[in-house]
């Protein structure tokens, strides 16, 4: 793989104004099988009831617009293609240390500010949850100055994927779960917070065949069975779209060329040589209120159900990430689990 073009080299910026800090949540450890069976029951209910971030100016080098107005490499799987283990989309049950974030569905543009920053409507539509505030221009500083709809208000970050219609018109998603966890095959000890103004992306928008499951999945209200293409859901567990982020960083870039060279996905063995700092492994779950057999004009907005992919742009409070990462993943704790369709249930 080659790396970032030269010249978009970022150093890790500072992090936001003194005074966004609060006070750390009190946790309690909390046994694997207990948190196994919390989670699980969880789950069962819910079907029985039912410093700045750097940017980049201009549209992304390397090639056309795809109709939609996206960048045509800009959505391309990762360094490493896929997560080593295969299994964080299919299994959200906690697996060592974890702490999760729900927040509810903020608003909707067609706008990118990774992809395409600084230019409104350039994008094909996408919905936005976490920082009430992101739109084409943010950037971790405008972010560090807004609200969240997360359930945790150090939690500034942005998270987004693409809109989902059915007969041309947007499906409001009722939640988005943001599951942190160690990937397997990773030293938990190893595990670092994300530099502050992290730009990610995951999965392929302009994908026209299936893309791995352990990246871009579909699936029903948190169960463990997934699927490339939207299944047939209960109406107590209705669907959702599984994405899973790269959790390894090449230690300097928090952005590149094509948005993807300076992360990767960690394997077996850990993280590559060429992006040697472990990061949290993120899988964002967005839910919709579709339940019973996909609809024959169900799409997504680039154009194809096959195009699943989402964005993150990290403006948490440094010290609140870094406390979660330290005091839950390094130390195997689940801090917290979804409970609900939205809040985060915490064990504490």
């Not at 209705?238 to 996905?265: I, K, M, N, Q």
Request: net charge positive.
């Amino acid at each position: 793989m080659t790396g970032p073009a030269a010249g978009l080299s970022r150093r890790v910026a500072a992090g936001p104004a003194a005074g966004l800090s609060s006070r750390p949540p009190a946790r309690r450890r909390i046994p694997g099988a207990l948190a196994l069976a919390l989670v699980v029951a969880a789950a069962a209910a819910s079907v029985v009831g039912c410093s700045g971030g750097a940017t980049t100016s201009g549209p992304p080098a390397g090639g056309p617009t795809r109709p939609g107005g996206e960048h045509a490499g800009a959505h391309a799987a990762a360094a490493s293609t896929r997560p080593g283990d295969g299994s964080a989309n299919a299994d959200l049950v906690a697996r060592g240390g974890q702490f999760a974030i729900s927040c509810r569905f903020s608003h909707r543009a067609p706008d990118d500010p990774i992809v395409h920053p600084g230019h409104p409507g350039r994008s094909h539509l996408h919905d936005f949850f976490g920082n009430v505030s992101t739109d084409a221009s943010s950037t971790a500083r405008t972010l560090a100055r807004a609200g969240t709809t997360c359930g945790k208000v150090q939690d500034r970050a942005a998270y987004w994927v693409p809109a989902l219609l059915r007969g041309g018109r947007p499906v409001d998603p009722t939640a988005a779960d943001a599951y942190y966890r160690v990937a397997a095959g990773v030293d938990a000890r190893s595990v670092r917070p994300y530099p502050y103004g992290l730009k990610m992306l995951a999965g392929d928008a302009m994908a026209t065949s299936p893309q791995p499951r352990s990246v871009v999945a579909w699936g029903c209200g948190r169960r463990p069975d997934v699927s490339a293409a939207p299944p047939t859901c209960p109406r107590g567990a209705p669907l959702d779209l599984r994405v899973t982020f790269p959790d390894c960083w090449d230690g300097e870039h928090l952005d590149s060329a094509d948005h993807v060279s300076h992360v990767a996905y960690s394997g077996r063995s850990g993280c590559p040589a060429s992006h040697p700092v472990a990061m949290p492994q993120l899988t964002l779950v967005a839910h919709f209120p579709v339940s019973g057999p996909p609809p024959a004009d169900l799409d997504l907005a680039p154009g194809s159900l096959l195009g699943g992919h989402a964005d993150f742009l990290n403006a948490w409070e440094p010290a609140a990430l870094a406390r979660e990462v330290r005091s839950c993943l390094r130390r195997g704790i689940v801090c917290s689990i979804p409970g609900g369709t939205f809040g985060v249930s915490k064990l504490s």
